[in-house]
C-alpha cells in the first residue's frame, strides 16, 4: 500500500513506521490515522518483522490529533468518524511496539506512547496531556494509560493542569524505557528493537499478551492468563532449542514454531 503521511521501510528484523506530517508537527489526522495502524497491522502480519518501531521526527513524535480538521467537528461526527475508536487497533498488535520519541509527545502523541510496549526517547523528549488548554480531555487512552503507569497524582497534574514531563522525568516516573542522545535516536530504538525481535517468537507474543493482562484484570485473573500462556510453550520446538542450547552453551536457533 502506498502512504502518504507516513513512510514505512523494514531494517532487518525491525519494521518502522515513520510519523510524516513534519508541517503540523506529526499531528494525527484522520488519513494519518488509519496508515499508521494499517502499517503496524502489515508489520504484524510479515513473519520477517519481529518487533516494530513507531517513531516522528527529532522535534516532534506527535503533536497530538489534528487540531485544525478535528475543531468544528460534532459530537454526532466524533461518536460515527473513525477518529476515536480507531485508536483501539493498536491493541490488536501482538508483536512488540516501540515508540522511539523525539521532541513533542502531546495529546494523542502522548495516548500514542503510552499505548506502545516500550518508550525509546531522546533527550529532548517532551510528554503532556495539554488536552485541557483546548477545551477537553484525552480521547484515546490517557486518562488510564497515564494513571496506571505514573499514579493518580501526577496523572491528574498532567491532564489537568498541563504539567509536562521531561525525558527524564518520563524515566523516573517509568513512561520511558531509555533515554538516548538526539542525534542518531532512531538508530539506538532499531538496536533494542533488534535486540528483542532476535527473541524467541512466540514467547514474545505470550509475554506480551501476559503483561498487558496486568493493567486489564484482577491479580487472581492475571495470574490464569499467565499460565494459560506458559504452559503452551511447552510444546513449542523454540522452547526445547532454548533449553538445549542453554546446556549444550551455544545460541539458541529460534524457527517461530
Ligand atoms: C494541528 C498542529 C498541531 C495539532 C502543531 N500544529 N500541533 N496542527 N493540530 N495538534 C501545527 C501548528 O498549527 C503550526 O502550523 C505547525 O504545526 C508548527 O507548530 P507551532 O505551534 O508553530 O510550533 P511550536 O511553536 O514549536 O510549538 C510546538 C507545539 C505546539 C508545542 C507542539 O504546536 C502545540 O502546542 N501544539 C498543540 C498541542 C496540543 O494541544 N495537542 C493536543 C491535541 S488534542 P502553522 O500552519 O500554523 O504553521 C488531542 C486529543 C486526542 O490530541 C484525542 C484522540 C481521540
Redesign the pocket.
Known amino acids: 500500500m502506498t502512504y502518504t503521511t507516513i513512510l514505512t521501510e523494514t531494517r532487518g528484523r525491525v519494521g518502522i513506521a515513520q510519523l510524516n506530517r513534519p508541517?503540523?508537527?506529526?499531528?494525527?489526522?484522520l488519513a494519518m490515522l488509519g496508515e499508521v495502524f494499517d502499517a503496524l497491522e502489515t508489520f504484524d502480519k510479515d513473519e520477517h518483522v519481529g518487533a516494530i518501531i513507531v517513531t516522528g521526527n527529532e522535534?516532534?513524535f506527535?503533536?497530538?490529533?489534528?487540531?485544525?480538521?478535528?475543531s468544528e467537528a460534532s459530537y454526532i461526527q466524533?461518536v460515527t468518524e473513525e477518529?476515536?475508536e480507531?485508536?483501539n487497533r493498536i491493541r490488536g498488535i501482538r508483536k512488540p511496539v516501540i515508540a522511539a520519541v523525539s521532541?513533542?509527545a502531546?495529546?494523542?502523541?502522548?495516548?500514542f506512547v503510552l499505548s506502545c510496549d516500550m518508550v525509546v526517547a531522546s533527550e529532548s523528549a517532551?510528554f503532556?496531556?495539554?488536552?485541557i488548554?483546548?477545551g477537553?480531555?484525552?480521547?484515546?487512552?490517557?486518562t488510564q494509560r497515564l494513571a496506571r503507569l505514573v499514579g493518580k497524582h501526577l496523572a491528574m497534574e498532567m491532564v489537568i493542569n498541563n504539567r509536562t514531563l521531561t525525558a527524564q522525568e518520563a524515566l523516573q516516573f517509568g513512561l520511558v524505557n531509555r533515554i538516548v542522545a538526539v542525534e542518531g535516536y532512531l538508530d539506538a530504538a532499531v538496536a533494542f528493537a533488534e535486540e528483542i525481535a532476535s527473541r524467541a517468537p512466540i514467547a514474545v507474543r505470550m509475554a506480551k499478551d501476559a503483561v498487558n493482562a496486568a493493567f486489564e484484570t484482577t491479580l487472581t485473573e492475571g495470574l490464569a492468563v499467565e499460565k494459560r500462556n506458559f504452559y503452551p510453550l511447552f510444546a513449542t520446538e523454540d522452547q526445547k532449542e532454548g533449553m538445549k542450547a542453554f546446556i549444550e552453551k551455544r545460541k539458541p536457533n529460534w524457527k517461530g514454531k
Open positions: 508541517q503540523a508537527m506529526n499531528a494525527f489526522n522535534k516532534a506527535a503533536a497530538g490529533a489534528d487540531i485544525k480538521e478535528m466524533m477518529r476515536v480507531v485508536w521532541g513533542w502531546l495529546g494523542g502523541g502522548c495516548e517532551r503532556g496531556q495539554p488536552e488548554t483546548i477537553i480531555i484525552p480521547g484515546a487512552g490517557g
